[in-house]
């Protein structure tokens, strides 16, 4: 299985706070993304990193913010939690050698809980 | 990207071929054809992926159509713990589009005893 470790892995916080969630890879892969996943809708691209300091928005993205400052570590911040932002977040990975139809790799996921 | 159509849902016995078809009648020249599945409520994992020619691994083996209109996903053994949603997607390997694998419903696949 990939290196990917996800933390937290379930966190319940309240309306307004921020939250900031950890994804960490030791695959030294350059690529790396945030998906929420919801009952009705699958996994939606959130952000995703195509190297360090270099980011790029997904389809479903405000709310959101990103920062990868080495290789290994991409975290994905919510500013100001919102019930809507309750959900499943999956980070993936994926390497470039080869081409870039490398396949992603996914972590465990963190379950987030906004009441 | 491809749109990919999947039957909802599908039921095989242990330890028979498991056959999950996909149709990608859009697919362009340089898309793939990525195979993932979700067990429960873990990450989805990747199986297998493809451009024009079959594909096998340790997992599975991926038949692709001449035409590449379709493929189908093949689990020659199924066991209980292959139990899950699996997911059939059409992706452009070039250009920026790094980041975007869309994923639709899947297929729900239950092995039973």
Same mark, same amino acid.
């Given at each position: 299985?990939?290196?990917?470790?996800?933390?937290?892995?379930?966190?319940?916080?309240?309306?307004?706070?921020?939250?900031?969630?950890? %994804?960490?890879?030791?695959?030294?892969?350059?690529?790396?993304?945030?998906?929420?996943?919801?009952?009705?809708h699958g996994l939606r691209l959130i952000?995703?990193?195509?190297?360090?300091?270099?980011?790029?928005?997904?389809?479903?993205?405000?709310?959101?913010?990103?920062?990868?400052?080495?290789?290994?570590?991409?975290?994905?911040?919510?500013?100001?939690?919102?019930?809507?932002?309750?959900?499943?977040?999956? %980070?993936?990975?994926?390497?470039?050698?080869?081409?870039?139809?490398?396949?992603?790799?996914?972590?465990?996921?963190?379950?987030?809980?906004?009441? | 990207?491809?749109?990919?159509?999947?039957?909802?849902?599908?039921?095989?016995?242990?330890?028979?071929?498991?056959?999950?078809?996909? +149709?990608?009648?859009?697919?362009?020249?340089?898309? #793939?054809?990525?195979?993932? =599945?979700?067990?429960?409520?873990?990450?989805?994992? #990747?199986?297998?992926?493809?451009?024009?020619? +079959?594909?096998?691994?340790?997992?599975?083996?991926?038949?692709?159509?001449?035409?590449?209109?379709?493929?189908?996903?093949?689990?020659?053994?199924?066991?209980? =713990?292959?139990?899950?949603? #699996?997911?059939?997607?059409? =992706?452009?390997? &070039? &250009?920026?589009?790094?980041?975007?694998?869309?994923?639709?419903?899947?297929?729900?696949?239950?092995?039973?005893?």
């Open positions: 299985d990939a290196g990917i470790t996800q933390s937290p892995r379930h966190k319940v916080t309240e309306t307004g706070t921020p939250v900031t969630l950890r %994804c960490h890879q030791t695959e030294n892969h350059r690529y790396m993304y945030w998906y929420r996943q919801d009952p009705g952000h995703y990193s195509y190297g360090v300091k270099d980011t790029d928005k997904g389809e479903v993205s405000d709310g959101y913010s990103v920062s990868r400052s080495k290789t290994e570590d991409f975290l994905l911040t919510l500013e100001s939690a919102t019930s809507s932002q309750t959900s499943v977040y999956f %980070c993936a990975i994926s390497g470039s050698g080869g081409g870039s139809n490398q396949p992603q790799h996914f972590g465990d996921g963190t379950r987030l809980s906004i009441l | 990207d491809a749109k990919t159509t999947q039957p909802p849902s599908m039921d095989c016995a242990e330890g028979r071929a498991a056959n999950l078809p996909c +149709n990608h009648s859009t697919i362009s020249g340089n898309e #793939y054809v990525y195979w993932y =599945r979700q067990i429960h409520s873990q990450g989805p994992q #990747y199986i297998i992926h493809g451009l024009k020619n +079959n594909e096998t691994n340790e997992m599975a083996s991926l038949i692709i159509t001449e035409d590449r209109k379709s493929s189908t996903l093949i689990l020659p053994h199924a066991t209980l =713990r292959d139990t899950a949603v #699996y997911y059939c997607i059409g =992706r452009n390997a &070039g &250009g920026t589009s790094y980041g975007k694998l869309t994923f639709g419903q899947g297929t729900i696949l239950t092995v039973h005893p």
